[in-house]
């Protein structure tokens, strides 16, 4: 057996059993039933089993149950003839057929019309069916793999999903947990994404630590990894180097931040003097002074979603002043025209700073 190999990064315990599962089961050909929330890398899951498997050089065929029309799902699934309805000028050949000998991987398969059930489940009994139009029977050689984040069970209680078929399909469940119940993994991911796309864009943005960090792991992560992904991606493309303050957080983020404070931490929200000692060997206070200001202003700008006039009301200065210090940063270029100042990142949370 070759070593289990996956571009799943994760290291909780609950994560961990996720990966010893789909190393056991990935070099057999039994069905597997991934489930999880949205995000959470059923997808991701359904690649890494194909790709450890004995069939890893056959096809890995990829059939989205909820995003094709129903009535378009059978032929794409098993294929049709020529003539079999208005528009079939050809023979097609269905994904079950493109999956010969690999792996076909059906996801949103809740979402599957109930006489497409009733033909997978023959399917799944003995690997036989009929293209659409067509009274030749078919075998193929293909594993099953189907994810959903839609609850099963439900959905038998309300005869929208065949309780055979889901006993069928459930020989194997592969359940991901949320990102919230496993939140030790936070910071892995954090450090894997921040490096994955520092080597895309050629940035160099530092992996968020100390306050940050904590702001991140306090957050509930509703979008699960995708969510966190896409979050990475914006720090490092807006950011493009240095380190991420909370003031770079969306506000959704900060907020709860500040909520899950205990009350001795002092409110976030609130003006904190930030205690320092003076060390022996004397500060640089210039520096200090300075890092300490932008991190106010940045603040200031993520708490008002940019804008510039609010910002400065915040910070008891001058427009002028805020933008001129901003400027100095390299934070804006040059004065951007009243037309210009509705930016596509307005509400994002992030330095777009062209919110007014
Ligand atoms: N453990 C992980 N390590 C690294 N990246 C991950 C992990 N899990 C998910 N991802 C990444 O997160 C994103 C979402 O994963 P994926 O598309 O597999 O989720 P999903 O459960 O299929 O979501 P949906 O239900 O919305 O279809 C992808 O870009 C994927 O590469
Ligand atoms: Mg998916």
Redesign the pocket.
């Known amino acids: 057996m070759l070593a289990f190999r996956s571009?799943?990064?994760?290291e909780s315990p609950a994560?961990e059993q996720v990966i010893r599962t789909i190393e056991k089961i990935s070099q057999t050909d039994s069905t597997v039933l991934i489930t999880?929330?949205?995000?959470?890398?059923?997808?991701?899951?359904a690649r890494a089993i194909h790709e450890n498997s004995t069939r890893a050089d056959k096809p890995l065929v990829t059939v989205n149950c909820g995003a094709i029309p129903a009535e378009l799902l059978e032929a794409e699934l098993f294929g049709h003839i020529k003539g079999a309805f208005t528009g079939a000028i050809q023979n097609r050949v269905g994904r079950f057929e493109l999956a010969n000998g690999g792996t076909i991987f059906l996801?949103?398969v809740g979402e599957l019309p109930l006489h497409l059930q009733v033909k997978l489940l023959r399917v799944l009994q003995t690997r036989q069916f009929e293209a659409v139009g067509s009274s030749k029977t078919m075998e193929v050689d293909v594993r099953i793999i189907c994810?959903t984040?839609r609850n099963l069970e439900e959905a038998i209680e309300k005869r929208e999903f065949r309780e055979d078929l889901y006993y069928r399909l459930n020989v194997i469940p592969v359940k991901?947990p949320s990102l919230r119940e496993r939140k030790s993994?936070i910071p892995v991911?954090i450090q894997?994404f921040v490096k994955q796309f520092n080597e895309v864009t050629g940035h160099s943005v530092e992996a968020p630590s100390g306050q940050i960090m904590e702001a991140l792991a306090a957050y509930d992560w509703p979008g699960?990894?995708?969510e966190l992904?896409n979050l990475m991606e914006r720090m490092v493309i807006l950011k493009g180097q240095g380190t991420v303050d909370l003031g770079d957080l969306p506000h959704r983020i900060f907020q709860q931040y500040a909520e899950s404070r205990p009350a001795g931490a002092g409110a976030l929200s609130e003006w904190e003097f930030p205690r320092m000692v003076l060390p022996n060997s004397g500060v640089d206070l210039r520096n200090i002074v300075a890092a300490f200001e932008n991190h106010l202003i940045d603040q200031a700008l993520a708490r008002t979603n940019n804008n510039k006039n609010r910002a400065s009301e915040l910070l008891q200065m001058n427009r002028t002043t805020l933008v001129e210090k901003l400027r100095k940063r390299g934070m804006i270029t040059a004065m951007p025209k009243r037309e210009d100042m509705k930016s596509p990142m307005a509400g994002m949370g992030m330095n777009s700073l062209d919110n007014g």
């Open positions: 571009p799943l990064v994760g994560f999880g929330e949205s995000g959470t890398g059923k997808e991701l899951v996801d949103e994810a984040n991901i993994d991911l894997h699960n990894i995708r992904e």
